[in-house]
């Protein structure tokens, strides 16, 4: 089945790869709505790269439920 969402984190620890990263693949593969959660959701510079990269939306951690589900609803 074929991913029609998808959220990503934007830090990986250990890893090189951001979640700005994965959304730009994952928007390559053909995922139309992939959004970044993140604690750094008041950064510009990670929102400017993230909406580049295709994000849909910028979600704040910690999540609100209500939030998500309004997302996808």
Not at 15 to 38: F, N, W
């Amino acid at each position: 089945k074929e991913i029609d969402a998808a959220i990503v984190d934007y830090h990986y620890e250990g890893s090189e790869t951001t979640g700005v990263d994965l959304i730009a693949y994952l928007k390559a593969k053909g995922v139309p709505c992939v959004h970044l959660c993140t604690g750094f959701h008041d950064d510009l510079e990670i929102r400017r790269c993230a909406h580049e990269a295709g994000a849909e939306s910028i979600i704040a951690k910690p999540i609100d439920l209500d939030h998500i589900t309004n997302l996808f609803s």
